[in-house]
């Protein structure tokens, strides 16, 4: 089983009168619980990439598929309907809303859920607060949170809905180095006690090393693909399996 496989995928966009390749004929799979890394420079395509595996964009040709599930031809609601079920989302610019508290910040993708009761949205809001280590900080809103600290929101936001893929496009890009790495290596300890499965796009050298597998793009196409750490990928497959078999069907405590 894949959690995401990509196929043949080519995304144009028109500017103008000119058509910009921005992905060009790209096939891949990532399988679940993996902590992958998009690579690449500015422009090559990553945030088309995960716009399009986000099911926030759709591809110009080719196929994608969530959960081995085809998302070409669904409509703009039923994408909605299964980004609010399936897929965190973490953005460079932490993008919370400025006038909520940190808990309102984590609610608010839950309110679309009708089938989240209220004392499951406390619970869940009260967990992934304490998970990203922010309980003090619950009733502060954005602006009162320093940059780290309003990434670690948009982390627990992303995981309250309980997605399978958490997608963050350069989610460090906009914090110093020493937050930056403190919230990578949350992100890693999430997918390593979770499994959690995170994309991640960025390009920085340092954020790149912590990745597991990694998929470089250069304009528009692949132009490397790596696994980094065996060991550890089959130390979290293993707890995946167990969780799984633990826990179904949900994929956080
Ligand atoms: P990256 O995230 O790696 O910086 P992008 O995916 O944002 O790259 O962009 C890939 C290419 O597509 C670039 O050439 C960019 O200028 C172009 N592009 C991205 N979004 C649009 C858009 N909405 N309209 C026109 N061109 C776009
Ligand atoms: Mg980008």
Redesign the pocket.
Known sequence: MSVVRIEHVCKD?L?GDQK?Q?LKDITLSFEPGVFLAIA?P???????LLNLIGCIDTPTSGKIFINDQDVSGRTPDQLADLRARTIGFIFQTFNLLPVLSAIENVEYPLLQRSDVSKEERQRRITTFLDIVGLSKYAHHRPNQLSGGQRQRVAIARALAIHPAIVLADEPTANLDHKTGEEILSLMKQINREFGTTFIF?THDKRVIAKADRLVRVED?EIAVLGVRSDTEWALASQKRSKRDAATQPHTHP
């Open positions: 966009y500017l910009v921005a690449g500015s422009g090559s395509g990553k945030t088309t796009s528009g």
